[in-house]
């Protein structure tokens, strides 16, 4: 079975920085695109960033470019989301999702994603 599990949420101060993980297990991990979507109250779910298994590239929202990077570690079936600079904004829950059928121009649709984790809050406090 896909399991992803997300962590490493929290509440920090605008400017501070977070680091988000996701291990993921169950499937071939290179073979996937796999990201992090997330979800403010009273908001739709939105792509925040995500590797393309297709092409090897990574998306990331214009609203995170420059502040959010994405990485992983293929030994241990990881990937991570360091978030310097948060803002108040970027307050919502995170999702980490998987899925082995994105295409590179759908890789922010959160529809095209059949894995989630459970979410992560993100709290940033101005």
């Known amino acids: 079975d896909v399991q992803l599990q997300a962590s490493g949420g929290g509440l920090v101060q605008a400017g501070g920085s977070l680091r988000l993980s996701c291990a993921a297990s169950?499937?071939?991990?290179?073979?996937?695109?796999i990201g992090w979507f997330r979800q403010a109250p009273g908001k739709e779910r939105e792509g925040v960033s995500c590797?393309?298994?297709?092409?090897?590239?990574?998306y990331y929202a214009d609203s995170v470019k420059g502040r959010f990077t994405l990485s992983r570690d293929n030994a241990k079936n990881t990937v991570y989301l360091q978030m310097n600079s948060l803002k108040p904004e970027d307050t919502a829950i995170y999702y980490c999702?998987?899925?082995?059928?994105?295409?590179?121009?759908?890789?922010?649709?959160?529809?095209?994603?059949?894995?989630w984790g459970q979410g992560t809050q993100v709290t940033v406090s101005s």
């Open positions: 169950g499937f071939t991990f290179d073979d996937y695109a």
């Open positions: 999702a998987a899925d082995g059928g994105v295409i590179q121009s759908s890789l922010r649709d959160p529809r095209q994603y059949d894995y």
């Open positions: 590797f393309s298994s297709s092409d090897g590239s990574t």
